[in-house]
Nanobody, 128 residues
Framework: QVQLVESGGGLVQAGGSLRLSCAVS????????MGWFRQAPGKEREFAAV????????YYADSVKGRFTISRDNAKNTVYLDMNSLKPEDTAVYYC?????????????????????WGQGTQATVSS
C-alpha cells in the first residue's frame, strides 16, 4: 500500500509564496509519476502540475504556469510544489497523487482517473 502525506499549506497574502511537500512511502517512489491537484470550495478537483517518474518531464495547468514549480527528490521519496505570486483564486485544498508508471516510458498524466493513490490534502489560503 502506498501512503502520501502532504504538508506545507497555510495562510499567505496575495503575492506571497508557499512550498508544499508530499512524502511517499510503501512502494518504490521512482515507479510513480507524481501530480498535484487542487479543489476550491464548491468546485471540482482540478489538475495543477505533474512530474514524470524520472523528473525529466513536467507539465502545468495554464492557470499556474509560470508561477508554480513541481520538483521531486527520489532519494527522499518526496515531491514538492513551489507556489509563487499567489492569488486569492489559488485558495484550495491541494492534493498530492501518484500514478504508477513502471511499465511506461517516461511520461506525465493529467487526468484524475490515471492516478492510483491520493493524499489527504493540505489547505492553502491566499488572502487579498
Amino acid at each position: 500500500q502506498v501512503q502520501l502525506v502532504e504538508s506545507g499549506g497555510g495562510l499567505v497574502q496575495a503575492g506571497g509564496s508557499l512550498r508544499l511537500s508530499c512524502a511517499v512511502s510503501g512502494r518504490s517512489f521512482s515507479d510513480f509519476a507524481m501530480g498535484w491537484f487542487r479543489q476550491a470550495p464548491g468546485k471540482e478537483r482540478e489538475f495543477a502540475a505533474v512530474i514524470s517518474k524520472s523528473g525529466g518531464i513536467t507539465y502545468y495547468a495554464d492557470s499556474v504556469k509560470g508561477r508554480f514549480t513541481i520538483s521531486r527528490d527520489n532519494a527522499k521519496n518526496t515531491v514538492y510544489l513551489d507556489m509563487n505570486s499567489l492569488k486569492p483564486e489559488d485558495t484550495a485544498v491541494y492534493y498530492c497523487a501518484a500514478a504508477f508508471a513502471r511499465y511506461y516510458t517516461d511520461r506525465v498524466f493529467i487526468t484524475r482517473a490515471e492516478y492510483n493513490y491520493w493524499g489527504q490534502g493540505t489547505q492553502a489560503t491566499v488572502s487579498s
